[in-house]
């Protein structure tokens, strides 16, 4: 009697094929559920910039431009107007204090002078006159008063010897009365006369000082008249090189009107123009360097312009120790200004990522070497060399600090050697 045989439900061969497809349901799962999901992107390491995150010395400096200028330039400005007719220097010619580089003419000056002249003249010719009748006015008052002085002398003595006899009875008393008011009416004269005298004596000299004042005036105005008339020779006020001359023969120059410029060469100084963002932080005193012919130099703030134009204010700087041999005026200068004191900061290298992140993440490499994932960091100061860190990484770490323009939005790169 034949036996039936029962077929497996778990042979080795199902059993095989679903572990399998429980394994690939797994790995589903875990891929679904805890994988790396974020987007990457292959990148050759030869094409980056790898920088190395530090902890050490920190500087902030910015970097400016600056231009080579006379350390002084005295603009010429001319004080009276006129045509000129002669003309002594030309544009680029050296002067010294006091050489005349053009003469000018003025003809209403001229009248000016020869009527203020005039004005004086006549004027101390009216202080002698009046000093003149003064000194005949005195001599008279004091004639008179000397005449005076000696009749009140005899009316006195006349008076006191009637006075004796009257008292002896030998003289009527009319007589006595009467000598006693001559000798009275003689003293009230004198004093009237001594009066008179002071009173003119006060007026002639208020007179005299009035006239002495008007004259001295009259000689100030023909002064000025005259260094008016002087100063249509324009002279050099400043020894040093004349770089601009606006003047021709013939050419009629108003009052004020500027003719040109003269240059101080015995030094120079650099002009630059930095940006608003900085005025609050750039004072007189800060230093900046810069690199000429293999050489560092240094320069220092002496003024700070407060006008701001077109977003930038301006600077003077003045060479600090040696002035560099062979440099120009009129030529560009590349300066690293300080802006504060040398302290310790984590650093991190500048580089071509600051203009796609705004120095607000970085893609930091993985101890492994293998892949590098976007960091939000934070970035202070900085200078022309780095960035001062101020959150998100550590001395010891590896950056990418070159450009992220092909990258895209990845949040990982992949480093392939």
Do not use: C
């Not at 190395?52 to 902030?60: D, I, L, R, S």
């Not at 009637?162 to 009527?172: D, H, M, R, T, W």
């Not at 000598?179 to 009416?185: D, R």
Request: glycine share 8%.
């Amino acid at each position: 009697m034949d036996k039936k045989i029962e077929k497996k439900k778990w042979t080795p061969k199902r059993i095989l094929t679903f572990g399998g497809a429980g394994l690939l349901f797994i790995f589903i799962i875990y891929l679904l559920i805890f994988a790396d999901k974020s987007s990457r992107l292959n990148v050759e390491t030869e094409r980056l910039t790898v920088s190395e995150v530090k902890h050490g010395p920190f500087q902030e400096f910015i970097p400016i431009t600056g231009t080579v200028q006379p350390i002084e330039t005295f603009f010429l400005d001319v004080s009276e107007g006129g045509r000129v007719v002669e003309k002594y220097v030309e544009e680029g010619a050296f002067v010294n204090v006091g050489d005349p580089m053009i003469r000018m003419d003025n003809a209403q000056l001229t009248l000016d002078v020869i009527y203020n002249q005039a004005n004086v003249f006549s004027q101390i010719n009216n202080l002698r006159s009046t000093r003149l009748s003064m000194e005949q006015s005195r001599l008279n008052l004091q004639s008179q008063l000397l005449d005076v002085e000696y009749d009140l002398l005899d009316k006195r003595r006349i008076y006191e010897n009637n006075k004796i006899l009257f008292e002896k009875n030998l003289i009527s008393k009319i007589e006595f009365d009467r000598s006693k008011e001559l000798y009275e009416y003689t003293s009230q004269k004198r004093k009237l006369t001594f009066e008179t005298y002071m009173q003119d004596s006060l007026f002639r000299s208020q007179q005299i000082a009035q006239l002495e004042q008007s004259v001295e005036t009259l000689q100030s105005n023909l002064t000025v008249t005259k260094t008016q008339l002087e100063n249509l020779t324009v002279r050099a006020p400043i020894k040093g090189q004349l770089t601009a001359l606006n003047a021709e023969i013939g050419q009629s120059i108003a009052r004020g009107e500027n003719l040109g410029r003269i240059d101080v060469i015995d030094s120079n100084k650099v002009r630059a123009s930095i940006d608003e963002h900085y005025i609050a932080r750039v004072l007189p005193g800060q230093m900046g360097e810069f690199t000429f012919a293999g050489n560092d130099y240094k320069l220092i703030i002496k003024t700070v312009f407060p006008q701001v134009t077109n977003g930038r204010f301006e600077v003077d700087m003045h060479f600090v120790g040696e002035i560099p041999n062979g440099i120009r005026r009129g030529q560009t200068l590349h300066i690293k200004l300080e802006l504060g004191e040398l302290g310790e900061a984590i650093t991190v290298d500048r580089g071509g990522f600051y203009q796609t992140t705004g120095g607000q993440w970085i893609f930091v490499i993985d101890e492994s070497g293998d892949f590098a994932v976007k960091r939000n960091i934070k970035l202070g100061r900085q200078n022309t060399n780095a960035f001062e860190v101020i959150e998100g990484l550590k001395a010891g770490e590896k950056v990418i600090t070159s450009s992220y323009d092909t990258f895209g939005d990845v949040e990982k790169l992949v480093l392939k050697n």
